[in-house]
């Protein structure tokens, strides 16, 4: 199949927005926030991938609420936010691209210090002991109340009517990786007994109310995709079968796509991932808290596993035999070859991360030939880029290199 045959540059309707091919920049925590604050390089990082061709470019991890956060130099969409989002907006439109919001919660998989947060115990499906903050000294977790729930939801609606006023085009809600609705899903965090809690459709209930709030705030202007793990990654947590039945409920909630990731951040990272961490990603960042996260998920690895192209296709695939909404692939999408086959599969679009870090004008080097095979080797030290002072970037010596550090440190509407 010649490039111009290709599907994969053709437009995709996902609810009110036309996305002009079928390739979506994932969300890849790129920092570049100091303090929480938008920086001209966030902005030039989006913009590079807009101009590089992508349809629609998802802008990672923007919290909620402050106590929504994981860490303290992350973005979050909050009134004083907007014009500099706005700048980042307008720098994806000016080449004809279209911007995401990754909207989430992170519940107890924070290391904010206490003296950052309202609250005493970060929120969670459930309470009890909190594994994540013996980093943070936060030993436990809260279950929460229908009042915190109502709380949380009103902040996601809030989020996303930001995310609007911003000038942002879709927003995505994360359900997957082990946040905080991640963690009403997930057996592995949720043991309540309540409505809440139990079945699939009842572990669903709270991240559902939170979807038909959103789309009924923001549906009909902007375009609402859901980000989940298609499984747990891991025996003992949710199946193929759970993965299937959440689409479904997506579906009947109305979402407009689904983005089929995979795994959890501490207990599976590579079945997200699709590749171990390399022992020397594991010992480098100079975050304290980071380092030591690393190293509860090498506990979890029990054994070190070889990346493969499109290593995620046989699960999307079961999926797709169950639902007909706009279903977005992810997980080593690395060549025009490698598209094809997927939406020859039936999936609609494409989510790419590490081959966007490596390369952010993979998509119109596909398109125009140049660059059919992109060269990321999924070595993932990109992932412990996230809060050096550059933010994420490819540190391959073939990778494509970005702006300059500096930007990353001006907040992006500033003259
Ligand atoms: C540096 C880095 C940071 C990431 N941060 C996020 C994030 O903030 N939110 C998210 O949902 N996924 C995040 N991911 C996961 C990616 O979105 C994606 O699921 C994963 O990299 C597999 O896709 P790929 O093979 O195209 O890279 C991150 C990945 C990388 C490499
Ligand atoms: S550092 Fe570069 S080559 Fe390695 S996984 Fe990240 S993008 Fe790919």
């Known amino acids: 199949m010649t490039q111009s045959s290709s599907k994969a540059f053709t437009p995709l309707e996902i609810g009110p927005l036309t996305l002009r091919n079928r390739f979506v920049k994932a969300a890849t925590n790129e920092g570049m926030c100091k303090g929480g604050v938008i920086s001209k390089g966030l902005a030039k990082f989006h913009e590079r991938i807009a101009e590089g061709g992508a349809a629609l470019t998802t802008v990672a991890y923007c919290a909620t609420s402050p106590d929504g956060r994981t860490f303290v130099d992350q973005a979050v969409l909050k009134p004083e936010a907007i014009a500099d989002f706005k700048v980042l907006t307008d720098s994806v439109h000016k080449y004809g691209g279209a911007a995401c919001a990754q909207i989430t919660h992170a519940g107890s998989f924070t290391f904010l210090p206490q003296s950052e947060l309202q609250t005493k115990k970060p929120l969670s499906a459930s309470g009890g002991f909190n594994k994540l903050g013996v980093m943070s000294k936060r030993y436990f977790k809260k279950k929460m109340t229908r009042s915190d729930m109502d709380r949380v939801a009103a902040e996601f609606v809030n989020a996303a009517e930001l995310a609007r006023d911003a000038g942002f085009d879709a927003v995505e809600i994360h359900m997957g ?6 963690q009403f899903v997930s057996p592995f965090y949720n043991k309540r007994k309540d409505a809440y809690g139990g079945t699939i459709e009842k572990r669903m209930k709270f991240p559902l109310e939170v979807l038909s709030k959103v789309l009924a705030a923001v549906g009909d202007d902007l375009a609402v995709i859901v980000k989940y793990s298609q499984t747990d990654g891991k025996d003992g947590g949710n199946t193929i079968e759970d993965g299937i039945r959440v689409a479904q409920m997506l579906e009947a909630t109305g979402a407009h796509m689904a983005v089929l990731s995979n795994g959890l951040n501490v207990e599976s990272i590579t079945a997200m991932f699709g590749s171990s961490l390399p022992e020397q990603a594991r010992t480098k960042p100079s975050n ?4 030591i996260g690393m190293m509860m998920q ?3 690895e029990t054994e070190k596993v070889v990346f493969k192209e499109n290593y995620l296709l046989d699960l999307a695939k079961q999926i797709r035999a169950h639902v007909d909404m706009p279903l977005c692939y992810i997980g080593g999408m690395q060549s025009l070859d490698n598209a094809n086959e997927i939406l020859g599969a039936g999936l609609d679009a494409i989510a790419m991360g590490r081959a966007l870090v490596f390369d952010p ?5 596909m398109k125009n030939g140049t660059t ?3 060269g990321c080797t999924a070595c993932n030290q990109c992932v412990t880029m996230m809060y050096a002072p ?4 490819c540190i391959d010596p073939n990778g494509k290199r970005g702006h300059a550090a500096e930007l990353n440190t001006i907040p992006a509407s500033a003259a």
């Open 372 to 374: 059919l095979q992109n």
């Open 390 to 393: 550059g933010g994420t970037a």
């Open 288 to 291: 304290l808290l980071l380092r």
């Open 177 to 182: 990786h082990g946040y905080l609705l991640s």
């Open 298 to 300: 090498k506990a979890t």
């Open 361 to 365: 004008s993979f998509v119109n080097g």
